[in-house]
């Protein structure tokens, strides 16, 4: 398992989940083998659509249609760290939890797993979040899409905030 406090931004998990999750032991594939798809491809756009369809379930509150696109097993990792199974996911967009305005995805990559079968999504998006303070908000995501019967489901979501560098008092970089 990774922990979200070891897979601190988007080259660690391009590390750690591509291999592993596209090319599990004994599947005969190796890292070699996982390939970016441009825009123009019909799986790339078939996982854009479904990414929108996601996007606009989850700022639409809609519930109903994030139970057919997120999977049974899914994993939410919110930027601040917070770890949700799929049930604690969908009660939180009803709640509003996920509210926030100007969604802005960019430097989106898609890339495919030998077979056409999974999906690895990683990009960065900026928002501005109206949950509790309203704050704009910068991160980088990583998504793992699944064909599913006919049908791509998202089976883990993760975010890491872009944070403005911080100074150290004095130099000193142990002072906190």
């Not at 750690?16 to 019909?42: I, N, Q």
């Not at 990683?122 to 019967?149: E, K, L, M, Y």
Request: hydrophobic share 45%; proline share 5%; aromatic share 6%.
């Amino acid at each position: 398992m990774v922990r979200p406090s070891i897979a601190s931004g988007l080259l660690a998990l391009r590390v750690l989940l591509v291999p592993a999750l596209l090319c599990p032991p004994g599947a005969g594939a190796s890292r070699a083998d996982v390939f970016a798809l441009d825009a123009s491809d019909v799986q790339a756009q078939s996982i854009l659509a479904a990414e929108k369809q996601r996007r606009e379930a989850v700022a639409g509150g809609n519930v109903e249609a994030l139970k057919r696109i997120v999977s049974r097993e899914y994993y939410h990792v919110e930027s601040n760290g917070r770890m949700r199974t799929r049930t604690a996911f969908l009660q939180a967009v009803s709640n509003k939890a996920f509210a926030s305005v100007d969604y802005q995805p960019s430097d989106t990559e898609v890339q495919m797993a030998p077979g056409g079968a999974t999906a690895v999504v990683v990009g960065t998006f900026s928002a501005v979040q109206q949950a509790g303070v309203p704050r704009r908000i910068r991160a980088r995501f990583v998504r793992v899409w699944v064909r599913q019967g006919g049908a791509w489901v998202n089976t883990i979501h993760q975010s890491t905030e872009i944070a403005p560098a911080q100074v150290v008092a004095g130099g000193d970089w142990r002072a906190r």
